[in-house]
């Protein structure tokens, strides 16, 4: 059951658009270390999307993916209509990971509800509806948790496999604000990109960071991350990663260049797509503002053309 679901969820969550701004949300969890965020609309009205006529394919996409179609057309949501924005935000991994998503836009409770049922009931999983401290809660059993989900009117869905969390969110939203550190990468948002996500560097995480030099590089010297993306005529991305101090970002923008670029140059430069490779990374351009480093690209339509060609 679970795998039914989540596989079509995460291919919606790429069309979903993205929350207010840099304030944080009163639907973040407050031992939340990733948020993720999107502007579908934003992106499919993008001058770039429409002349590579990616707007249409996706649609058409969506359109014939069969598990896709039946769950838009059971619970009456219209991805490109209905959802005006979606936050993620999620803390730990594996069997300790917990998440929160929130979708806001215009919705049909009752007619989401009766899909949930019909799928918990047609997977021998009966899901159930349950009133605790004020809030309407619909519980999807899983092999390894719970999946609680509920409404706020027909302006948002909620979900989460923290029951204490999407009650909190029910009923006014998350009362702990989130941690310090977190609130300070968010505040690093603009809140006007396409897209973006934030994440935190923490003691748990730095222990599974093995591997390549860069990496421990990466795990020794970074507090938090933001990645952003833009569209318009161009695709612009940038990663930053923040560091304690200016010393740490200059020896992380130091191990990038002298280990990582040359890599993979050398590794390209005589291959198939040598020529493809170079031209990309000319556009690569990394900086160091204080404690953060950063890498930057921005790709236009005459370099699309180049990477797509044959």
């Not at 941690?179 to 996500?197: C, D, F, N």
């Not at 093995?210 to 590089?217: S, T």
Request: proline letters at 5%; hydrophobic letters at 40%.
């Amino acid at each position: 059951m679970l795998a039914r679901w989540i596989a079509p969820i995460v291919g919606l969550l790429l069309v979903l658009p993205a929350v207010r701004g840099v304030e944080p949300d009163r639907m973040i969890p407050s031992d939340a270390e990733f948020v993720w965020s999107m502007r579908p609309k934003q992106v499919l009205d993008s001058a770039l999307l429409k002349s590579q006529g990616w707007d249409l394919a996706l649609k058409t996409l969506l359109s014939t993916n069969e598990m896709v179609q039946e769950i838009l057309e059971s619970t009456g949501v219209d991805p490109f209509r209905d959802v005006e924005s979606v936050l993620v935000a999620a803390r730990g991994q594996r069997e300790k990971g917990r998440f929160m998503v929130v979708a806001r836009g215009k919705f049909q409770p009752s007619k989401i509800a009766k899909a949930i049922e019909k799928q918990g009931k047609e997977n021998g999983a009966p899901v159930k509806k349950n009133q605790e401290e004020g809030a309407t809660l619909w519980e999807l059993p899983t092999p390894a948790f719970s999946i609680y989900a509920g409404f706020i009117g027909k302006e948002a869905v909620v979900v989460s496999n923290v029951k204490e969390d999407i009650i909190e969110c029910l009923t006014g939203g998350i009362r702990k604000e989130p941690s310090r550190e977190l609130k300070t990468a968010l505040e690093r948002m603009t809140g006007r990109e396409a897209a973006w996500m934030v994440g935190l560097v923490t003691a748990e995480s730095r222990k599974e960071m093995r591997g390549p030099d860069a990496i421990r590089e990466f795990a020794e010297n970074v507090d938090s991350w933001s990645l952003t993306l833009d569209m318009t005529d161009a695709i612009a991305v940038a990663m930053n990663m923040h560091t304690p101090d200016g010393a740490s970002a200059t020896t992380l923008r130091k191990t990038i260049e002298d280990k990582f670029f040359p890599f993979v140059k050398n590794t390209n430069k005589n291959g198939p797509n040598g020529k493809k490779v170079e031209s990309l990374l000319d556009v690569i351009k990394l900086e160091t503002k204080g404690s953060s480093f950063g890498i930057k690209a921005k790709v236009d339509e005459d370099l699309l053309k180049k990477l797509m060609s044959n």
